[in-house]
């Protein structure tokens, strides 16, 4: 009797196989061995591999979670949010609802509601950061796999969780990582929007890059061009409704956007806060201007929106992902990435016109080469870790482009493709060593990635050829696993730099520094944190909470390396070291340094008032609102530029007695500023102890 043996498992058209769909029930239990084992039709390894790579980066994400110190201009924000539901729908920095931060509220919102849940401390406000940055892994691996399959899924995985930014920014609580993880719902949507014709996923897309824009504003729009471009294209419908969907779309794209500024900004400018970074007291001032054109033009109707992005991330120009500052945090893998892409783009080139793959790589490409321009050449501010968003996109191309251009050269269907390959591979290895050169020197984990990238990088395109010449399978095979390890050697030394290393809650970067104000991954952030779950702020030794914002963007002084905050004094002005001696100080706009002793007499003293104390900046306020726990007034927002506070508003707040006391500086910055300053030390009564502080109340207002 002859037995048959089972046929070899199909091979899939990205070079893996799969084994054959399994009877099953369907029921609860078949769903969790899907959960752990994957699909059939995958790959047993492509399962336990995604779990692999979540698990990293999750462990990057929130290694030592104590030592992250976060975002305090944010931080400030989401306390003051869990203490009052005002503050929380406009984001405001003070629980008493004075001023706003200088961006719509969406990430606050998350964190917010983490805090409480869970109450106020380190882990409660990163946990949705290391939730949605390994969401954001999860989510592209997803994307890819559907259309060029596990490996190239598993590829793009794992370079998103090693790009040494973006590990930086999620150990952060800018509002980053929530920007990327909508920006990807919303590609997803778009994708399954193009692939069914239906017009309900491309009203979910709209929707995400909403939620996106009240995220981050202008930014989450950088995508629209080509989402716009690939389903007009690509969706499997005809023009007529490619054209009606694209409409409806963009109504829930423009609703989703606008509604909580177009409520803000109908809302009496009496009964809400002041607009931080705004003009005029408008959410629209803010969008169009300072978050808005100034970032690409280096100059709009907002204070301090103009020319400062030289500081943090060089100058503006073609070069500037690769220069110093940026090299190490993004540019690894987009010599390999722009090769993938155009070769891609050239093996789907007969492909007809729905074709999902080349749908794909449209999408992938165009969301690279937006973000790419526009990083590039933005001539406003500019910090390095708003990169991550182009993340995404290059780790997309670095997987689905890779296999695709390893099966043009493992089949040798034609005799060019024998050499693009190889080409990609040396281009993005040599271009590691030269990156690692730059930072020779500064650790052993760097010489080790040198050398690593180097060596492998050689071996794989010189493995590759000798491969295809002599159309021995296995040594292609070895050779290709060798570039993986070559490109991702160097943003692997970088990303456990970061996760190891203390982070700078201003401006996070991974590895050493470079010399350039972006390049102080491995500094320490200044102060402690507050931790705790639901308690009141807490330090240690008095110390008050250091960093700043995004925020800085608003022309306040630069987080140079970290070196204000080392020397015991907050680059907002607050003095670290507990003493009491209230001494006067560089702070912006004038502002006099606040000790924790100072701190200690406010709270002492505050007889009821609504605000703790009245200062010039979102700096020092930040600062005060976490180691005191009371609101705090930030009369000029971040710079001190901003006309939050006029003399007229001072005086009813005083006599309402809703606020005593008011921090003033030599000088003012504006006209307002200096006006109030002039009034409070003409009216006011000076606190002996504390130089710049005043006691007013309302005997005082005439």
């Known amino acids: 009797m002859t037995t048959l043996a089972p046929p070899p498992a199909p091979v899939r058209d990205d070079g893996s196989r799969h084994r054959a769909a399994p009877p099953s029930d369907g029921g609860l239990s078949s769903r969790a061995r899907r959960l752990f084992t994957g699909a059939p039709e995958d790959p047993r390894w492509a399962r336990p591999a995604l779990w692999a790579i979540l698990v990293l980066a999750t462990a990057l994400y929130a290694w030592n979670l104590s030592s992250i110190t976060g975002n305090t201009f944010y931080d400030a924000a989401v306390y003051s949010g869990t203490k009052s539901w005002k503050a929380f729908f406009f984001g405001a920095l003070d629980a008493g609802s004075f001023i706003t931060v200088d961006k719509p509220p969406f990430a606050l919102w998350v964190m917010g509601l983490s805090a409480r849940a869970f109450g106020y ?8 950061m290391v939730a949605v940055g390994t969401g954001s892994v999860a989510l592209l691996y997803r994307l890819v796999k559907r259309d060029f ?3 190239a899924a598993t590829l793009s995985g794992l370079a998103l969780a090693l790009t040494p930014i973006t590990v930086a920014i999620t150990r952060d609580t800018n509002p980053d990582p929530i920007l990327v993880f909508l920006m990807l719902l919303g590609a997803a949507a778009l994708l399954k929007a193009v692939r069914t014709g239906r017009l309900m996923p491309l009203v ?20 629209l061009p080509a989402f716009f471009l690939v389903y007009l294209w690509a969706a499997n419908a005809s023009l007529g409704k490619r054209i009606r969907n694209l409409a409806v779309g963009t109504v829930a794209l423009v609703v989703s ?3 909580w500024m177009v409520v803000v900004d109908l809302i009496p400018a009496s009964s809400r806060p002041y607009i931080g970074g705004s003009t005029d007291n408008t959410v629209w001032d803010l969008v169009i201007g300072y978050n808005g054109f100034g970032r690409i033009f280096g100059a709009s109707s907002s204070v301090g929106s103009q020319g400062n992005g030289a500081g943090f991330g060089g100058e503006a120009g073609l070069y500037r992902l690769f220069n110093d500052t940026m090299g190490g945090q993004i540019s690894w ?8 892409l155009v070769g891609g783009l050239v093996l789907r080139g007969r492909a007809p016109r729905t074709d999902a793959r080349r749908a794909a790589l449209m999408l992938w490409g165009g969301w690279f080469v937006l973000h790419y321009l526009t990083f590039a050449l933005a001539e406003g501010t500019f910090h390095p870790y708003y990169v991550t968003a182009m993340a995404p996109g290059i780790a997309a ?6 296999v695709m251009l390893y099966n043009a050269f493992r089949d040798g269907s034609a005799a060019k493709w024998g050499w693009v390959l190889p080409t990609a591979v040396a281009a993005s290895s040599v271009w590691a060593v030269v ?11 760097y010489t080790v990635a040198e050398v690593v990238a180097g060596v492998a990088g050689a071996a794989s395109v010189i493995g590759l050829l000798v491969g295809r010449f002599t159309k021995r399978q296995r040594l292609t095979v070895v050779a290709a696993l060798a570039a993986v390890v070559a490109l991702l050697a160097g943003p692997a030394a970088y990303s456990a730099s970061a996760a190891t290393s203390g982070t700078n809650g201003t401006n996070p970067t991974a590895g050493p520094s470079t010399g350039g104000m972006g390049g102080m991954g491995g500094m320490g952030g200044g102060g402690q944190r507050p931790s705790g779950a639901g308690g009141e702020p807490v330090t240690n030794s008095g110390q008050a909470p250091s960093g700043s914002g995004d925020s800085q963007e608003m022309g306040g002084p630069p987080s140079n390396s970290g070196s204000s905050t080392e020397s015991g004094t907050t680059e907002a002005g607050t003095a670290e070291s507990g003493t009491a001696d209230g001494r006067t100080g560089g702070g912006t706009g004038g502002a006099t340094q606040v000790s924790s002793a100072m701190i200690t007499y406010l709270k002492k003293n505050q007889d009821g008032a609504s605000w703790l104390v009245a200062v010039a900046t979102d700096q020092t306020a930040s600062s005060i609102i976490l180691e005191s726990g009371e609101p705090v007034i930030s009369m000029g ?7 939050a506070m006029t003399l007229a508003k001072l005086k009813s707040l005083v006599k309402a007695g809703k606020l005593h006391y008011i921090v003033v500086g030599d000088s003012g910055q504006g006209s307002s500023n200096s006006e109030i300053s002039t009034w409070v030390k003409a009216n006011g009564t000076a606190v002996s102890d504390y130089s710049g502080l005043y006691r007013l109340d309302a005997s005082d207002v005439g």
Do not use: E, H, Y
Request: hydrophobic share 55%; charged share 5%; net charge neutral.
């Open 121 to 128: 401390g380190t882990w409660q406000l990163m946990l949705p």
């Open 149 to 151: 399959g596990a490996v």
């Open 204 to 223: 979910w897309s709209g929707v995400a890059i909403g939620l996106a824009f009240n995220t981050k504003m202008m930014q989450a729009f950088v995508v």
């Open 257 to 259: 956007s606008a509604w």
């Open 333 to 340: 893998l987009i010599p390999f990435a722009a090769i993938a």
């Open 397 to 402: 191309l670095a997987g689905a482009g890779g």
């Open 435 to 445: 990156l690692l050169q730059r930072v020779s020197g500064s650790g052993t984990l």
């Open 637 to 643: 927002g971040w710079s001190g530029s901003d006309d």
